[in-house]
C-alpha cells in the first residue's frame, strides 16, 4: 500500500467510525426516541456513539476502499493489532468526561463523579481503558508477531473480535447500563453484553473459517 493509499484508508475509516458509531448508537440504544425526533440524528454534540456501530463502520468502509475480500481481511488484521491504542484513550476520555459510570460500589477503589453521583462508583472507564486497550494490545501484538495467525487473512481480527467481547463482557458487569434501556433480563444483561455476545460469535466464525480456508 502506498503512503497515498494509506492516507485515503484513514479518510475512509474515519467516516466509517463516525458514521457507523452515530447510526449503532441510534439504532442499538435509543431507536424510538431518534425515530421521534429524526433531526437529532445528525446532532453529534450532544453524545451518543457505539463502539459495535463504529466497527461495522470500519469494516465496512475497509471493504468498500479496498474492493477486495483478501486484501480487505489483511487490512482489517493490521488494524486489529492497532485499534486497542485507540480503545485505550477513548475509554480515559469516556472517564474524564464522565460519559461512562460504573454501578454503585462499597469498594475503596471506588469514585466519586462530582455533580452527577453521590455514591462511590466502579471506574468501569478505567477497567476497560486497561483490558480492551493495554491487555488487547499486548496480546494482539503478541499474536501478530509470534504467531503465524497474520499469514492467514481475517484470523487476527477474528481473534480481536472474540477478544474484545470477552473483554467487554467482563467489564459490563461493573458498568451501569443506559438509563434509556435499563437491564434487558432480569439476570443483568446489557445491550453492551449482547452486542459483543454475537461479536464475539462472528469473531469466532470469522477466525475458524480463516484457518480452514488457509488449510484448504
Known amino acids: 500500500m502506498t503512503r497515498r493509499e494509506l492516507d485515503d484508508l484513514f479518510s475512509w475509516i474515519i467516516l466509517g467510525v463516525i458514521i457507523g458509531g452515530r447510526l449503532g448508537y441510534v439504532l442499538f440504544y435509543n431507536p424510538w426516541f431518534f425515530l421521534s425526533h429524526p433531526l437529532e440524528i445528525f446532532a453529534v454534540w450532544h453524545g451518543g456513539m457505539s463502539f459495535h456501530g463504529g466497527l461495522i463502520g470500519v469494516i465496512a468502509a475497509t471493504f468498500l476502499f479496498t474492493r477486495s475480500w483478501t486484501r480487505g481481511l489483511r487490512v482489517l488484521d493490521l488494524i486489529s493489532v492497532a485499534a486497542p491504542i485507540g480503545l485505550f484513550f477513548g475509554r480515559i476520555a469516556n472517564f474524564i468526561n464522565i460519559e461512562v459510570m460504573g454501578r454503585p460500589t462499597d469498594s475503596p477503589i471506588g469514585v466519586f463523579f462530582r455533580g452527577v453521583s453521590d455514591v462511590p462508583r466502579h471506574p468501569s472507564p478505567i477497567y476497560e481503558a486497561l483490558s480492551e486497550g493495554v491487555l488487547l494490545f499486548i496480546i494482539m501484538l503478541y499474536l501478530y508477531r509470534y504467531t503465524k495467525l497474520r499469514n492467514y487473512p481475517g484470523a487476527l481480527c477474528g481473534a480481536?473480535?472474540?477478544?474484545?467481547?470477552?473483554?467487554?463482557?467482563?467489564?459490563?458487569?461493573?458498568?451501569?447500563?443506559?438509563?434509556?434501556?435499563?437491564?434487558?433480563?432480569?439476570?443483568?444483561?446489557?445491550?453492551?453484553?449482547?452486542?459483543?455476545?454475537?461479536?464475539?460469535?462472528?469473531?469466532?466464525?470469522?477466525?475458524?473459517?480463516?484457518?480452514?480456508?488457509?488449510?484448504?
Not at 181 to 209: H, P, R, Y
Open 160 to 216: 480481536m473480535g472474540m477478544l474484545y467481547a470477552v473483554f467487554r463482557i467482563i467489564c459490563e458487569q461493573f458498568r451501569s447500563p443506559d438509563i434509556q434501556i435499563g437491564f434487558l433480563t432480569s439476570w443483568g444483561l446489557t445491550m453492551g453484553g449482547l452486542l459483543s455476545a454475537i461479536m464475539f460469535l462472528c469473531g469466532a466464525g470469522l477466525f475458524f473459517a480463516a484457518i480452514r480456508r488457509f488449510h484448504k
